[in-house]
């Protein structure tokens, strides 16, 4: 994924301590250990630039909700009785089936901080799973209360000094913020002036479904709040000048197609953000009804921008795809890299950059033999077939293992605390009801709720 190097037929790369020292075709006769890497395609870890981690042992519940149920469900209901413990475990939980993937970066969406405590719990849960990540702070349950007055926590102060003084470790911070779809204008005007302060970048929802047509970007424009500094979450229902006016920022956009076409967003605007000059990003968002893995979301990437130019007339006769296997490669490997800042560590095999490294087995039945290396890892390329992985120069798979007890451990969590959350959930309910005189009903789900 580095243009000046090119893709290799056969190379060698070479990493000393936690970064790529050099990258040929032949590097002759080196003392270093050597990892064989025959029958394997070597490219940079995957990079995923939204996810709700701490929702990750909820997987499935939410697989046939609709956008307005994950927000009653999720948000008005399950995640008040998290536990600092229980955002622990859906951080680990969620941070090592990423890397098992091979997503070896992840912005961790974190809008379930309900106590300092539970933030301690998040970035303590990234920095054990031995993932690369950037803790997006975000707020608790309370303010996602449409529309919120509330102003952002403001211990992300706290965390900001204690765990994140330098830019320099293996986990980072941004600020996860609830924009003008959730807040007041005047809110989200002094949440970033926040994060400006604290010199922290942004990551916002914006376009997510009806909420996305009230105009927000053009609400931003008016108190002239639009940056470099924000990446924009989903962008299905914004505008076109919306788009455009983000691109004259120089706002980054994070894209999460399967989700977008399985809750309500919209249509994903993959080929309108490229239209303005946006390269968008990928991401998961949350693993409570799709899967945890990029490889199925390049795949959606592509196949749903490639219908929606195929529906239009004359398709057909067009000399060439507007989008490409490399492009969506691309967006969710370099492209992401840039949008987390991250660009001059990750997402490409450069030498001086950290060593974040996939080994991808290409001997097999769902790629043997290789016609088109990038074409069919983005079509057949699926989590089994990640082979080995290094995060800056760390081995932490191998021969398709996870390396030490994480796995068994996050499957452990997973079970424990999705049992203890749900007798939490209905002892509160049962008390409900015997107060009530039972027979209690989900309330009717409001328009912007």
Known sequence: MDPAI??????????????IQAVAPDLGAVDADVVDATG????????????????AFLRGIAADWTLGQYMTGLHLGLSGFF?????????????????????????????????????????????????????????????????????????????????FSSDDNLVTMAMALRGPQ??????????????????????????????????????????????????????????????????????????????????????????RLLAVGIRPSLSIDTCVSNGGHLWGTMRVTLATQRAIDNSEPGASDRPAVSLGSRDVLSFATIDGARVLGLEHK??????????????????????????????????????????????????VK?????????????CQLAAEHRDALFDRAARSQRLADARVGGGWQPAPLAAGT
């Not at 990446?231 to 299905?236: A, L, P, Q």
Request: aromatic content about 4%; some cysteine.
């Open 6 to 19: 090119g893709d290799l037929t056969i190379g060698d790369v070479l990493v000393e301590g936690d970064k």
């Open 40 to 55: 394997c395609i070597v490219l940079p870890g995957l990079i995923d630039t939204h996810r709700h981690t701490w929702q």
């Open 83 to 163: 536990t600092a413990e229980d955002t622990y475990a859906g951080n680990f939980v969620g941070a090592v089936e990423a890397l098992d993937s091979g997503i070896t970066t992840l912005l961790d969406w974190s809008h379930n901080v309900n106590t300092p405590e539970h933030s301690d719990a998040a970035v303590q849960a990234l920095a054990d799973s031995g993932i690369r990540a950037v803790f997006a702070h975000g707020g608790g349950a309370d303010m996602y209360q449409v529309p919120s007055d509330m102003p952002h926590d403001q211990d992300v102060r706290r965390v900001r000094e204690e765990y």
């Open 182 to 271: 959730f807040a007041t204008l005047d809110v989200t005007e002094s949440d970033l002036a926040l994060a400006r302060e604290l010199e922290l970048p942004v990551t916002l929802h914006a376009g997510d479904g009806e909420w996305g047509r009230t105009g927000p970007i053009r609400q931003l424009a008016t108190r002239n709040l639009l940056g470099p500094d924000i990446t924009y979450v989903h962008c299905n229902t914004l505008g076109d000048d919306e788009l455009r006016l983000i691109a004259d920022s120089g706002g980054t956009a994070s894209i999460a197609p399967d989700i977008e076409m399985q809750m309500g967003h919209g249509w994903p605007a993959t080929g």
């Open 346 to 395: 990750a997402g490409s095999l450069t030498p001086g950059k950290q060593a974040d490294i996939l080994l991808v087995r290409s001997d097999t039945l769902s790629l043997a033999p290789l016609n088109n290396p990038v074409g069919q890892l983005v079509y057949a390329a699926h989590p089994g077939l990640v082979d080995t992985i290094l995060v800056a120069g760390e081995v």
């Open 398 to 410: 191998r021969r398709g293992i996870l390396v030490g007890d994480v796995a068994k451990r996050a």
